[in-house]
């Protein structure tokens, strides 16, 4: 089976500029997670989704970070403007029953 | 609220040596909790996981015990191998049996030298 999928791997934009990420969860997954990972820190949850509705954005900057999940399926991530602070990993997981499967992130160095 | 504390690293360990990497946790009702790990260029894997109180998880190796009474849930191996050097992330979810909402704590680093 498939793991979950995410690209890109790796990302460098300069402060002020946009950013997207993607990501294909395990088919079959209806739950995905966006995740944020600072270096030396543990990741932290950014929204879950639950099919194509959000189940939990609480923790979104949401003046700058969007994500959606049109038909259930794939997501995307996006930050607008980033910011310095914004250098991380970005995780995707999916989950069908109570496990989370993650994917190797996409690693954004923003200067 | 929810958190995690697990010991800071980096670990040093030669092969054959006990490792124990600390957790404990904050939270409210029963959460569940796990211990996943992150090899070098990869992305997080579960290693094991424990939904109620006294119950041992176990995976190649590892165990921990869901300690309530202590607030713990600390990683154990009795004999480390190279392949083990990696970074190991302590985590709760709040929902009882579930993976939601999962908590980290901040990881802990274990080098393993032959």
């Known amino acids: 089976e498939a793991g979950v999928a995410q690209s890109p791997r790796y990302k460098i934009i300069e402060k002020r500029q946009s950013v997207a990420f993607w990501c294909n969860p395990i088919?079959?997954?209806?739950?995905l997670y966006w995740y944020q990972q600072i270096l030396g820190q543990g990741p932290k949850l950014l929204i879950q989704?639950?099919?194509?509705?959000?189940?939990?954005d609480s923790q979104l900057p949401k003046d700058r970070f969007s994500a959606e999940r049109l038909k259930g399926v794939d997501s995307t991530l996006k930050i607008q403007p980033a910011k310095l602070e914004d250098s991380a990993v970005y995780l995707c997981?999916?989950?069908?029953?109570?496990?989370?499967?993650f994917g190797p992130g996409t690693r954004l160095t923003v200067l | 609220g929810n958190s995690v504390t697990q010991m800071e690293g980096p670990v040093t360990l030669s092969e054959e040596a006990f490792l124990t990497i600390n957790c404990t946790y904050t939270?409210?009702?029963?959460?569940?909790l796990f211990w996943y790990v992150q090899y070098p260029g990869e992305g997080l894997q579960l290693l094991l996981k424990?939904?109620?109180?006294?119950d041992k998880g176990s995976n190649k190796g590892f165990e921990a015990t869901y300690r309530k009474e202590t607030t713990s849930f600390h990683l154990e191996k009795g004999s480390v191998q190279v392949s083990d050097s990696a970074v190991y992330f302590c985590?709760?979810?709040?929902?009882?049996?579930?993976?939601?909402?999962?908590?980290f704590g901040k990881g802990t680093k274990l080098t393993v030298n032959p």
């Open positions: 989704f639950q099919n194509n509705g959000v189940v939990d």
């Open positions: 088919s079959g997954h209806a739950t």
């Open positions: 939270a409210t009702g029963y959460p569940s």
């Open positions: 985590a709760l979810s709040p929902t009882q049996g579930g993976s939601e909402k999962l908590v």
């Open positions: 424990a939904t109620k109180a006294d």
């Open positions: 997981a999916s989950s069908l029953h109570n496990e989370q499967f």
